[in-house]
Every structure is written in C-alpha cells, then in structure tokens.
C-alpha cells in the first residue's frame, strides 16, 4: 500500500507541476493590442516590400544572365568557326606539304636516275680521255724525237 501511496503522491505532484507550467505560459501570453498589430502591420509591409524587391533583383539577374549567356553563345560560336577554319587549314597546308615532299622525293628519284645515266654515258668519256692522253705521250715521243734529228 504505501507503494501505492507513494505512487499517487508522485502523480499528484506531476500534476501540479503541469498546472504550474500552464499557469506561468498563460499569465506570459501577450494581449494583443493595437500598437501591437500596427508593429505586424509594418512588419508585414516590409517583409513584402523586400520580397518584391528581390523579385526585381531576380529579373534584373535573370536578364543579365540571359544577356552573358547570349554573349557566350556568340563567343562559343566565334570560336568554333575559328577552330574549324584553323583545322582546315591545317588540313589543307598539310596535304600540300606531302605533295611537296612527294614531289620532292620524285625528283630526288629522277636527279638520281639521270645521274647513273650520266654515269654511264660519260664511261667512254673517261676512256676517252686515257686515250688522248695515251696519244699526247706519243705525240710528245715523236715531238722529241724529231727535235732530236733536227738538232
């Protein structure tokens, strides 16, 4: 029993502590009074006075935005149209570099030809000039020879 009993006390004094805790939250509510409700009157006129003046910020930014993004676009677009005619360029000095080379390589090819041809007809050249030599040494002999009989 005296279990019980303490049981009970203890609700009893639960009780009062939450009939305290709703007296002391009452007796703290404010009344509202006019000046009261003026004061939220003007801090509602305020509150939308800044909404409406973020609002007019935000289209401000949104047409600037709009306005960069264009910008861009066209700075994109500009460079692309750079970047492709800078590649065909390129495209096109580099097959004319390799025709060159090729070209080039053919007359390489063709000097080369021509001289081995020149090569082999300037043989008897060679020869022939051995020969004249051979015959200058004669005629020299002879020369010689015959100053010697003259004298």
């Known amino acids: ?3 019980q009993n303490n049981q009970q006390e203890k609700n009893t004094q639960t ?4 009939k305290s805790v ?3 939250q009452i007796k703290s509510m404010v009344v509202p009074s ?3 409700e003026l004061k939220i009157d003007n801090e509602l006129t ?4 800044t909404i409406k003046n973020l609002e ?3 289209k401000i930014a949104n047409e600037n935005l ?3 993004f264009g910008i861009l676009k066209n700075a994109l677009s500009a460079m692309s149209t750079i970047s492709q005619d800078s590649m065909q360029l390129f495209d096109e000095s580099s097959l004319k570099m390799n025709q060159s080379v090729v070209d080039s390589i053919e007359g390489l090819y063709e000097l080369i030809t021509k001289t081995k041809q020149l090569d082999t007809d300037l043989k008897f050249v060679v020869k022939l000039a051995h020969d004249i030599k051979q015959i ?3 005629v020299d002999t002879v020369d010689s020879v015959i100053k010697k009989m003259i004298l």
């Open 56 to 58: 007019e910020q935000s």
């Open 136 to 138: 200058r040494l004669k």
């Open 15 to 18: 009780k009062q502590q939450e």
């Open 66 to 68: 709009n306005h960069f």
């Open 34 to 36: 006019p000046l009261h």
């Open 46 to 49: 305020n509150i939308k006075e």
């Open 22 to 24: 709703d007296e002391i």
């Open 1 to 3: 029993m005296s279990e």
